[in-house]
Antibody, heavy 122, light 110 residues
Framework: EVQLVQSGAEAKKPGESLKISCKGSALSFIPYWVAWVRQMPGKGLEWMGIIYPGDSETRYSPSFQGQVTISADKSISTAYLQWSSLKASDTAIYYC???????????????WGQGTMVTVSS | QSVLTQPPSASGTPGQRVTISCSGSSSNIGSNFVNWYQQLPGTAPKLLLSSNSPRPSGVPDRFSDSKSGTSASLAISGLQSEDEADYYCAAWDDSLNGWVFGGGTKLTVL
């Protein structure tokens, strides 16, 4: 079955670093854009950014530019979302989602990971 | 505050038809396709409808979408209890050069 599998829940302290992952199968991952979406507790969906694993071209939402780093390793069909210094306000569920094929950055998110809960608390 | 505007809530009784609106601007809905996502309680969102691709497998034809100018709508006919969920619209925004979501609409089946 084609799916995106995310890394498990994380509990961190403010100021700590974190990298979470999203793994797909080669055929369902590398030729597609992969987006990251945040959902804060009880709130809606927010697009954070998107990467094309084939060449690592990345685009960020202005709200998240400089706050997180999105990367990918196409050799293992995995995308990453990374923080260098977490804040309590980063507490949320983070979803990865498969986007458009090849050059189509505007393709719909047709496959979603199960989500990774990140809790940041002192 | 979300770039796309949706009503925070909607409701209906089983069998009714309900619509959820999504209002944007010329840089997003006015010039790009609109996608609708359904998020059942405690689960990840899933693609419900996209005006740029075929209906996803398993999505009943009770769900339909439309767009006019800078607004879009999702319609659900023959409402069922299993339709109780949060619904989000999304579109590419040419000015932001990225995706924007609506704030979401919580649908309650009475």
């Amino acid at each position: 079955e084609v799916q995106l599998v995310q890394s498990g829940a994380e509990a961190k302290k403010p100021g700590e670093s974190l990298k979470i992952s999203c793994k797909g199968s080669a055929l369902s991952f590398i030729p597609y854009w992969v987006a990251w979406v945040r959902q804060m507790p009880g709130k809606g969906l927010e697009w954070m950014g998107i990467i094309y694993p084939g060449d690592s071209e990345t685009r960020y939402s202005p709200s998240f530019q400089g706050q997180v780093t999105i990367s990918a390793d196409k050799s293992i069909s995995t995308a990453y979302l990374q923080w260098s210094s977490l804040k309590a306000s980063d507490t949320a569920i983070y979803y990865c989602a498969r986007g458009g094929y090849s050059g189509n950055v505007r393709g719909a998110f047709d496959m979603w990971g199960q989500g990774t809960m990140v809790t940041v608390s002192s | 505050q979300s770039v796309l505007t949706q009503p925070p809530s909607a409701s209906g009784t089983p069998g009714q038809r309900v619509t959820i609106s999504c209002s944007g601007s010329s840089s997003n809905i006015g010039s790009n396709f609109v996608n609708w996502y359904q998020q059942l309680p405690g689960t990840a969102p899933k693609l419900l409808l996209s005006s740029n691709s075929p209906r996803p497998s398993g999505v009943p034809d009770r769900f339909s979408d439309s767009k006019s100018g800078t607004s879009a709508s999702l319609a659900i006919s023959g409402l069922q209890s299993e339709d109780e969920a949060d619904y989000y619209c999304a579109a590419w925004d040419d000015s932001l050069n990225g995706w924007v979501f609506g704030g979401g609409t919580k649908l309650t089946v009475l």
